[in-house]
């Protein structure tokens, strides 16, 4: 099971490249067509990094509009474009804000920088091999990404800049199928469906690569249960991407359809929508919503389990303890992905959708929820007991832990179909996917980014500023999105350009400020992350092969490794996270070293 | 500042709990009571989940927060060496797996008399008291005459009205709930009740309400730039007073815009 093909012919010609470092390759193929795995996934990084910057702006303006309604915006209010309606937030605009807010956030942050920056720099290095199995394919997985960036430009600028695709990341049909019934984003809602298909042939090439990869060349000894976290993390995703990921497309282009060629997927006959043909039809928009969560409610895990395995190591890493219940880790997160193909329509208790198939997803939901739980009292065992280190990557894990809690203990609320019947489309249901996918998933990738930064770059990060930077983001962070919940209790319906419309709701605009406020802190923060990454790069203290000493075999390379990774391929004797190990006087133990048996029984790793 | 740490982490959630218990006090809770039984039980249930996810809640960030200030002692010797605890496994896998199990089936009959058409009240829905259709951006109302019952098919003596959909106090009613053009969905908060109307579906939907007075009418899906102005008003009100709503509707309906006395002259002009 877990023999390496090292002795593949193309394997061995990239180990040549690692000897003989004196091959030449040019400027651009070595650092922009790129086909080694590092250097792409370095270019994810820095890709997403600054999606990241742009999709904040896009909430500053929606979080703008929540706590000034109508009033002058700062900064963007002086701009021609905005001079047409005063320089505000018209409601058009708000529905493009927080509709691509939401598409950027996902479509070209997370989702990429799990797999397409985490994935490419540290499957090969954690499992012990040269490169992707498909190099060529992986730097064409990049490169997708710029159609998708492109296209999805364009739908902010082409029906003007204040009109763009306004139909919600779910682009819920009808309304994103008739052209008519959102007049301002006509061809911008088609490219944003053309953007999503480019995001997901990215995806798809990531994925095959991933699953090739890892399925074949491992390093000798590297059985999959000495798999660090992180590759299971990886290794699952690509499974949920490759099985989820052709129902979105196939959808996708059944809108494009629809709005494009006339066809009626999604579209009842009958409707009274301004100047289009009623006696057309024959579609059922409900199919949309089943194809649609067929693939995002996965896709929420595509977000999510490569951070958890991250996690994991970090906090082995620095509480310097092995993994608490490895296996059941294993075996959780495989639980979490198999039942994520059965609770999509946790989606769509209130759609209209059989009662009796709102109850199935029900307990199928609640069900979701335990492996999320195990996982969880695992994080903490494995801090039971350690001696901790706080450092930068480690506070950022250990907020991870935190904040999954509370993410996972709102999602219970929801997944309760009666009580979704009240809090669905409330703030309730933001608070809670913020506090995975931000308060999670995001804090898992920074305290990656400061993890394995030095690997990337051979330098250290400021560890002064990355406290800094963690700090105003936790607080920013809590600010803004626990108080989120509250609004969801109090029936804040989500998507409204002004809530305070309502009179039941007008008491909340004090809370929406300090709301505000707390975001405002949480986006300056992250100039920090920026400034700290940007100097280091190039002015970051030198750092040795393993300056964390940690056990995986990636600190096993120079750092940053030469083309090719490893000076000879390593041999893996033991689990990645044998910490304060008893067989030796460090307290870690790589997982190549190797030990002379000692006649005491060694404890196995499993 | 290892210790520091320890209390960052162990700061937040006590701020948190204090938050939720201050809520209520100041507004950020639910609007208002649920004014009828279903409604309630939803709330029962909410509260519910509150306290069992804040028990877990409590534990878990007090358990991390122990093990973290456990962890940050500066100590001689190693860390532990463990690889984990199978018991432990056992048992934390078991135990919350009968809760949410628990919790999941607890919810079933709830759930069941709000959407199951079987359960629904008989009187509410051999009579559906109106039509509601979403459009961009308002809820039209389609009330059958006074006396007769609502059709499927519009009828010449129904009568219409926009955003305002008045229904007796006290009483189940059912609404039958369709889209013109996107999707919409109705919602009333203070009755814990919402539901999404689809196009080309006719959606069967029952409440009852047993105060009187006025009540929001949300839209909660989004429906295109205008979504955060589709609001409508449900008005419950005395039997008599509902009927006579009705009446002064449809005299309304009726009128042909001359005054009675008017017409009178009129008639009169004719005999001179
Ligand atoms: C503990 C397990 C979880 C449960 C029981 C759960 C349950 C739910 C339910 C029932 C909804 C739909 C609520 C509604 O719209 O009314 C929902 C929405 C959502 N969940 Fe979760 N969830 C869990 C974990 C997660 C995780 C780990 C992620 C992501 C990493 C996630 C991301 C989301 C997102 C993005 C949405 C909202 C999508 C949208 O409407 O825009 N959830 N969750
Ligand atoms: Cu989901
Ligand atoms: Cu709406």
Known sequence: ?606 | MRKFWCLFFMFWPVLAIWLCWVSPANGWWFPSIAPWELGQQIDDLFYLLLIITTVVFIGTQFALGYVLWKGSDVKPGRAWFSHGSHNLEVIWTILPAIILLFISLYQMDVLARIRVMSKFPEQASRDPIAEVTARQFEWRIRYPAPGKKLLAQPQPDDLYTVNDLHVPVGQPVMIRLRSDDVQHSFGLPHLRLMQDAVPGLVIPVWFRSNAVGKFEIVCKELCGWGHYKMQGELTVELEEDYEAYLKALQEKMNDDGYPADAENAVAQSDEE
């Open chain 1, 1 to 606: 099971m877990s023999i390496a093909t090292h002795d593949t012919p193309g394997a061995h010609s990239h180990d040549d490249h690692a000897h003989g470092g004196h091959h030449e390759i040019g400027f651009v193929r070595k650092y922009i067509f790129s086909t080694d795995h590092k250097v792409i996934g370095i270019q994810f990084l820095i890709t997403t990094m600054l999606m990241l910057m742009v999709g904040g702006a896009l909430a500053l303006g929606v979080r703008w509009q929540l706590a000034f309604p109508w009033q002058w915006m700062p900064i963007a209010g002086d701009l021609e474009v905005f001079q047409q309606q005063g320089g505000i937030i018209s409601p058009e605009f708000y529905t493009m804000l927080f509709t691509m807010h939401a598409t950027v956030m996902i479509f070209l942050v997370i989702i990429p920088v799990l797999a397409g920056a985490f994935g490419n720099f540290l499957i090969p290095l954690q499992i012990g091999a040269d490169d992707m199995a498909f190099p060529t394919l992986n730097m064409l997985s990049y490169w997708f990404m710029w159609p998708a960036i492109f296209c999805f430009g364009i739908s902010f600028v082409i029906g003007g800049v204040t009109a763009g695709p306004a139909a919600g990341w779910t682009s819920y049909p009808v309304l994103s199928a008739i052209i008519s019934a959102a007049p301002g984003s006509g061809p911008a809602q088609t490219f944003w469906l053309l953007a999503v298909t480019f995001v997901g042939v990215s995806s798809m090439m990531g994925s095959v690569n991933y699953m090739t990869t890892i399925i074949n060349m491992r390093a000798p000894g590297m059985t999959l249960f000495r798999m660090p976290m992180t590759i299971w993390g990886m290794f699952i995703t690509a499974i949920l991407q490759a099985f989820a990921l052709p129902v979105l497309t196939a959808a996708g282009f059944m809108v494009l359809f629809d709005r494009t060629m006339g066809t009626c997927f999604f579209v009842p006959a009958g409707l009274v929508v301004n100047n289009a043909d009623p006696t057309i039809g024959g579609g059922q928009p409900l199919l949309w919503q089943h194809l649609f969560w067929f693939y995002s409610h996965p896709a929420v895990y595509i977000m999510l389990l490569p951070a958890m395995g991250m996690v994991s190591d970090i906090l082995c890493t620095f509480a310097r303890k092995p993994l608490f219940g490895y296996k059941p880790m294993v075996y959780s997160m495989s639980a979490i992905a198999g039942l994520g193909f059965i609770v999509w329509g946790h989606h769509m208790f209130t759609s209209g959708m059989n009662p009796a198939l709102g109850m199935t997803f029900m307990v199928s939901t609640m069900m979701i929820a335990l492996p999320s739980a195990v996982k969880t009292f695992n994080w903490i065992g494995t801090l039971w007991g350690g001696h901790l280190h706080f450092t930068t990557p480690m506070l950022n894990a250990i907020a991870f832990v935190s904040m999954f809690i509370v993410g996972g203990l709102s999602g219970i609320f929801m997944a309760a179909v009666p009580v979704d019947l009240y809090i669905h489309d409330t703030y309730f249901i933001v608070a809670h996917f913020h506090y995975v996918l931000f308060g999670a998933t995001l804090f898992g990738v920074f305290g990656a980014i400061h993890f394995w930064f030095p690997k990337m770059f051979g330098r250290m990060m400021n560890d002064t500023v990355g406290k800094i930077h963690f700090v105003l983001t936790f607080i920013g962070f809590n600010g803004t999105f626990f108080t989120m919940h509250l609004l969801g209790v109090a029936g804040m319906p989500r998507r409204l350009a002004d809530p305070y419309n309502y009179p039941y709701l007008e008491h909340l605009l004090p809370m929406n400020q300090f709301m505000t406020y707390s975001a405002l802190l949480m986006g300056f923060a992250q100039f920090l992350l920026l400034g700290n990454f940007f100097y280091s790069m190039f002015w970051g203290p030198k750092c040795g092969r393993n300056p964390w000493h940690a056990n995986g075999l990636e600190w096993d390379a120079p750092s940053p490794p030469p083309h090719g990774n490893f000076e000879s391929i390593p041999i893996v004797y033991r689990g990645p996270y044998e910490y304060s190990s008893p067989e030796t006087d460090k307290d870690y133990l790589p997982q190549t070293e190797y030990i002379s048996p000692r006649p005491a029984p060694a404890p196995s790793t499993a």
